[in-house]
């Protein structure tokens, strides 16, 4: 079994996976990888571009512009800070392979290895998600701190020195 495995660019979220049964070449399975994207995305249109490493050579798709890693010709700066950007996902792919455990799979058939192979995705998903939510509440944590501490601070200050306070009927103690 084979897992084609697609990513966004910036934030690495996995936006499809597919099982395929043995062990295809990578070249033949790229147009049904962003089928399954365009599906999962909502849109009936294929992705602008496709990054992909040196495995897809001589894979052409209509619509879609592939760039594979190490293609020299025809490459603007942006284009190369994509394609160098495309290094992100390995590790992504050992993530999912790893935390996800999708070297072994539990589930028996066809069907589940394609179960198997979308719920690793939505996994990677939600540990990407609850990192992002982790960093959240860390941030907002620090400020409410520092809103908390500048608030002790100015009940400080208005308090006389001499420890002369009225009490609640006006009489000084």
């Avoid at 001589?58 to 592939?66: E, F, K, S, Y």
């Avoid at 590790?91 to 179960?115: C, F, Q, T």
């Amino acid at each position: 079994m084979k897992v084609s495995i697609a990513t966004t660019l910036k934030e690495g979220l996995v936006a499809g996976m597919r099982s395929m049964p043995g062990n295809p070449y990578d070249g033949h399975t790229l147009a049904e990888t962003l089928e399954k994207v365009s599906i999962l995305t909502g849109t009936d249109k294929l992705p602008a571009t496709a990054i992909v490493d040196k495995g897809y050579r001589g894979v052409q798709i209509d619509g879609v512009r592939i760039l594979r890693s190490g293609q020299r010709r025809g490459v603007t700066r942006t284009l190369k800070a994509m394609i160098k950007r495309r290094s992100a996902i390995e590790p992504a792919i050992g993530h999912v392979k790893m935390d996800g455990r999708l070297g072994r799979n539990p589930l028996k058939s066809a069907l589940g290895d394609a179960l198997y192979a979308v719920m690793c995705g939505a996994g990677h998903n939600l540990r990407l998600i609850l990192a992002a939510l982790r960093l959240l509440c860390a941030r907002i944590g620090l400020s409410m701190q520092t809103v908390i501490a500048a608030l002790i601070a100015a009940s400080v200050e208005s308090q006389p020195a001499c420890g002369w306070k009225p009490n609640c009927s006006g009489r000084t103690i």
